[in-house]
């Protein structure tokens, strides 16, 4: 009956977030996918239970399940807990990581990173901003030039604002704004809350000795989307040896 529930509320939340953020929304089809199995797990379990090797899989199952739920825990508390860290004044490099661009504008994500950047860019006229991210599908500029007009409709002049326009994920973000500065400068990265810590992450393992991160806020309803998404995201790249 709890499997039906959740697998209900799963699939239930998948048509909030397409009706939110559309069918494109990155992510979304796990709660589809997640939803639909574990419905039919639990119209199942009964017949499931009913033969010996049905209670031996069973077992397994919980076990993986409590390993996997140890290890989401763990890993969530250092994602939250760098979502609510904000960086000190001085810092000499501002990076905004990029995020989707419709067409020629900004998504929510990008607008909420750049009005954070803007923010601290603005307390802090000795610092330089780089603006991270390149041009992807459905995307008729790079994500680092519309972060750069965006900047400068808000004030922030143009000499300050360096572009890096090649990067395609978070971690090519990192390396290739690292061209712009040495490792020993002041860096505060600006992005999602919930993008925080793997984005530190990567700036300590490049290199970077003094980084800060400067997290915005996310859409409240797409946040566990974002969480739960972020936690694979972190493993991805644990696997990987790039944090």
């Not at 399940?65 to 250092?78: D, G, K, Q, S």
């Not at 904000?86 to 750049?114: E, F, H, M, N």
């Not at 020993?184 to 793997?198: A, E, F, L, P, S």
């Amino acid at each position: 009956m709890l499997l039906c529930i959740f697998g209900i509320i799963c699939i239930l939340y998948y048509g909030a977030i397409v009706f939110y953020a559309g069918f494109r929304s990155t992510f979304a089809p796990f709660w589809l996918a997640s939803g639909l199995a574990l419905t039919g797990l639990g119209c199942l379990w009964d017949r499931l239970m009913s033969f010996e090797a049905g209670r031996a899989g069973a077992i397994a199952l919980g076990i993986v399940a409590v390993l996997f739920f140890v290890a989401f825990l763990t890993i969530e508390i250092r994602i939250i807990g760098e979502a609510w860290r904000k960086a000190d004044d001085g810092a000499d490099y501002v990076i905004i990581l990029g995020a989707q661009v419709q067409g020629t504008r900004p998504s929510r994500s990008l607008a909420r990173r750049v009005k954070a950047g803007a923010l601290y860019l603005k307390r802090n006229p000795q610092a330089m901003a780089v603006v991270s991210g390149g041009q992807g599908p459905g995307e008729q500029i790079t994500e680092a030039a519309c972060m750069a007009q965006m900047l400068e409709k808000m004030g922030i002049c143009r000499h300050r604002i360096i572009l890096e326009d090649r990067s395609t994920d978070t971690y090519e973000n990192i390396r290739n704004s690292m061209e712009f500065f040495d490792c020993h400068k002041k860096v505060v990265i600006v992005t999602c809350g919930y993008h925080m810590y793997r984005a530190l992450a990567l700036a300590r393992t490049a290199g970077i000795r003094r980084v800060q991160g400067f997290p915005c806020r996310s859409g409240q309803l797409l946040l566990v989307n974002y969480y739960v998404r972020e936690f694979f995201a972190v493993l991805h790249y644990r696997i990987c040896r790039r944090i």
